[in-house]
């Protein structure tokens, strides 16, 4: 056994022998001083711990210190009643520290007693009952959530064994506390108890056995009691203090001090306002400033000297985070930085600065935020924020949308310009820049302003700058429309529709589909430019039909077709379609070629001679409808409709392909065509 071990045990038991054998007063008055300097030293330790593990041997040397202070307590009082003598220190807390009145003396006595009882040990022995009741009752919930994060990859196997030790151990610690915080409470009523005994018991023996007078044995023995009660008093408040920071101590960075002065001092304008305030009351109330401005003026010299702290660390904080800045670029293991990505980002070259300048009267960004409204109600879909930049690189009237980095469309636009685009009423041609208009393709020209006003008067539609950027970004953002939708923002639309729809959401996720799967189906209706706004009702279809299937574009036709009244009221008119219809023969030539996989899964097989016949029949309808001014939208049975969809997609991406199932009964459908093989 070690020195340090064996030293331990030697000193509890020469604590117990202290209340057997009599102790002569020069080792009692050091013992004494002794008790007290043990006593702050544990104050003090308590006070410099972060968290209440830290001193984990607490409850432990609460018991052994109170047993030592009750052992010198019986050899004290066996001291004053046998010799009418405590030693030193009694006698200075006696006749010193009281002024030599025991009437004072167990005044203060009596207030240190409540001090100690009544206000620190009751609190802190609720406290620590409180503790330990809340920390037996968290224990299974933290080792549930360390080992989900064990199972989820965030701890390794020797982390979580440390952080289960820890749990269980805080659980041990408040346990402790709860059961020492009785030993304080016991100890401070030994205390009084010792302190009648004392003065009863030395009265008595004063004149029975010393031979006192009664004003002298009063005297004498009072006063030697209560300096003797005081002794002891006064290690026992600091052990009781100790304790109830150690049981309030919450989560913090830092010890005590640390925690006092960064939480409470660190508002140097509420410091302000104190100092104001003790001016205040010193100028018109009878206190006076002699007492108030003093303590005014150390508030308000502190509350300086903070801001002027804070300010110097703000400006070496700006500086190392720009020295850690430039110290990520030049080294090259840290550019991880860089591998972050916008989602969409609209640079734009020096001369159309301007557009995105409000004080120059700029509205580009009104116009963006008008587009992601717009795609909110008219498709269901939040369009991430599109972040302006100007780059140098691109010639001054030029722009350019990128989709994660990379160019999906660009353009140019003239300031001082209009673009005028002929609607096809055999305009005169007019001066100007020749473009093709970029949202359309269609061909347009850049007037200048003093042309403005004849172009219109011949018939042409006059579009400013703004709005042309405008018109191209809807439109390249809807063909890009299923892409912005990934994940995460399915994820969100799926946690929107369960504060309305709890129930649904949690039939269908992930007991049925995935966030994945549910992303797949959503970007199929996007890819055909059909709006999941109505997200309940597509979630009732996904729901009915994903007991039977989990294929993304099987279940993408049933929610088509739960979207009757949807489909019908964006591409009828006035209750009237005009649709070309896929011919008897067209039908069987593609339901012959769908095949089926082992796995359930169907796609198109075919005879690439026939995929080019269909795909040439296909292509010369749709050019005689887009000739006579129409919009060409194909009609065919739900079997196929995907299928057919797949072959116009090659020749023209935006024309619509529906299915029977998807109109409502009472719209009228006339057929400008019908294509056959």
């Given at each position: 056994m070690k020195i340090k071990e064996f030293s331990v045990f030697i000193v509890v038991i020469l604590i117990v022998a202290m209340m057997i054998i009599p102790l002569p007063t020069l080792l009692l008055d050091f013992l004494l001083i002794f008790n007290i300097s043990l006593s702050l030293m544990i104050l003090l330790v308590a006070m410099n711990t972060k968290e209440p593990l830290d001193f984990s041997i607490f409850p432990t040397a609460i018991l052994i210190t109170t047993l030592f202070r009750l052992a010198l307590n019986v050899s004290t009082t066996r001291s004053i009643l046998s010799k009418a003598d405590g030693g030193k220190v009694i006698e200075t807390f006696g006749s010193f520290v009281i002024g030599g009145s025991p009437v004072i003396g167990f005044v203060v006595f009596l207030i240190l007693v409540v001090i100690q009882f009544l206000v620190i040990t009751k609190g802190s022995e609720r406290v620590a009952e409180v503790a330990a009741r809340f920390t037996l009752d968290a224990m299974p919930g933290k080792q549930m959530s360390i080992d989900a994060d064990m199972n989820a990859g965030l701890l390794s196997e020797q982390d979580a064994r440390a952080r289960r030790t820890k749990v269980e151990h805080e659980a041990d610690f408040y346990g402790a506390m709860d059961g020492a915080s009785k030993f304080v409470k016991g100890d401070a009523i030994a205390g009084i108890i010792i302190l009648l005994i004392n003065i009863i018991g030395g009265f008595a023996i004063g004149m029975t056995i010393h031979g006192m007078g009664f004003a002298e044995a009063a005297s004498t023995f009072t006063l030697l009691s209560v300096g003797d009660g005081l002794v002891s008093q006064v290690p026992a408040l600091l052990i009781s203090t100790a304790t109830g920071i150690t049981v309030t101590r919450a989560a913090s960075e830092g010890n005590l001090g640390a925690d006092i002065i960064k939480q409470i001092f660190s508002n140097a304008k509420l410091l302000y306002i104190v100092a104001g305030t003790m001016l205040t009351l010193g100028i018109f109330t009878p206190i006076g400033l002699f007492l108030t401005l003093p303590v005014a003026g150390i508030l308000a010299f502190s509350a300086y000297k903070m801001q002027t702290t804070d300010k110097k660390q703000e400006l070496l904080n700006e500086q190392m985070e720009m020295e850690g800045k430039e110290e990520d670029i030049s080294h090259p293991e840290k550019v991880i930085s860089l591998l972050q990505l916008d989602t969409l980002e609209l640079e734009i070259g020096y001369g159309l600065i301007p557009l995105a300048d409000q004080s120059q009267g700029g509205d580009i960004l009104d116009r963006i935020v008008m587009i992601r409204r717009q795609f909110a109600i008219e498709l269901g879909l939040v369009i991430p924020t599109i972040r302006i930049r100007d780059n140098l690189q691109l010639t001054p009237n030029q722009y350019i949308l990128k989709f994660r980095g990379n160019r999906?469309?660009?353009?140019?636009?003239?300031?001082?310009?209009?673009?005028?685009?002929?609607?096809?009423?055999?305009?005169?041609?007019?001066?100007?820049?020749?473009?093709?208009?970029?949202?359309?393709?269609?061909?347009?020209?850049?007037?200048?302003?003093?042309?403005?006003?004849?172009?219109?008067?011949?018939?042409?539609?006059?579009?400013?700058?703004?709005?042309?950027?405008?018109?191209?970004?809807?439109?390249?953002?809807?063909?890009?429309?299923?892409?912005?939708?990934?994940?995460?923002?399915?994820?969100?639309?799926?946690?929107?529709?369960?504060?309305?729809?709890?129930?649904?959401?949690?039939?269908?996720?992930?007991?049925?589909?995935?966030?994945?799967?549910?992303?797949?189906?959503?970007?199929?209706?996007?890819?055909?430019?059909?709006?999941?706004?109505?997200?309940?009702?597509?979630?009732?279809?996904?729901?009915?039909?994903?007991?039977?299937?989990?294929?993304?574009?099987?279940?993408?036709?049933?929610?088509?077709?739960?979207?009757?009244?949807?489909?019908?009221?964006?591409?009828?008119?006035?209750?009237?379609?005009?649709?070309?219809?896929?011919?008897?023969?067209?039908?069987?030539?593609?339901?012959?070629?769908?095949?089926?996989?082992?796995?359930?899964?169907?796609?198109?097989?075919?005879?690439?001679?026939?995929?080019?016949?269909?795909?040439?029949?296909?292509?010369?309808?749709?050019?005689?409808?887009?000739?006579?001014?129409?919009?060409?939208?194909?009609?065919?049975?739900?079997s196929i409709r995907m299928y057919l969809k797949q072959f116009v997609d090659k020749i023209m991406p935006s024309v619509p392909v529906l299915s029977y199932t998807e109109l409502e009964p009472t719209i009228e459908i006339q057929s400008i065509g019908v294509v056959n093989i």
């Open positions: 999906i469309a660009d353009g140019e636009v003239y300031l001082d310009h209009f673009l005028a685009m002929s609607q096809g009423m055999g305009d005169e041609e007019i001066e100007g820049i020749q473009v093709t208009e970029p949202a359309f393709g269609l061909p347009a020209i850049w007037v200048s302003m003093e042309a403005k006003q004849r172009a219109e008067l011949m018939g042409y539609m006059i579009v400013d700058p703004p709005s042309v950027i405008a018109t191209h970004l809807t439109e390249i953002l809807k063909q890009y429309a299923h892409q912005l939708l990934r994940r995460e923002e399915t994820k969100e639309l799926v946690e929107n529709l369960k504060e309305s729809h709890p129930n649904l959401v949690e039939e269908l996720v992930p007991n049925l589909l995935t966030i994945g799967e549910i992303q797949k189906v959503l970007q199929n209706l996007l890819r055909e430019q059909i709006s999941i706004r109505d997200l309940a009702a597509i979630f009732e279809t996904l729901a009915d039909y994903a007991v039977y299937t989990k294929d993304p574009k099987v279940l993408t036709e049933y929610v088509r077709q739960s979207l009757t009244r949807q489909i019908t009221e964006q591409y009828a008119d006035a209750g009237v379609i005009n649709v070309l219809t896929a011919g008897a023969t067209l039908e069987k030539g593609i339901s012959d070629s769908i095949q089926q996989t082992e796995a359930g899964v169907h796609y198109l097989s075919m005879d690439p001679q026939m995929s080019r016949k269909i795909i040439e029949e296909l292509q010369g309808q749709m050019e005689r409808v887009v000739k006579a001014g129409g919009q060409p939208i194909f009609l065919t049975s739900p």
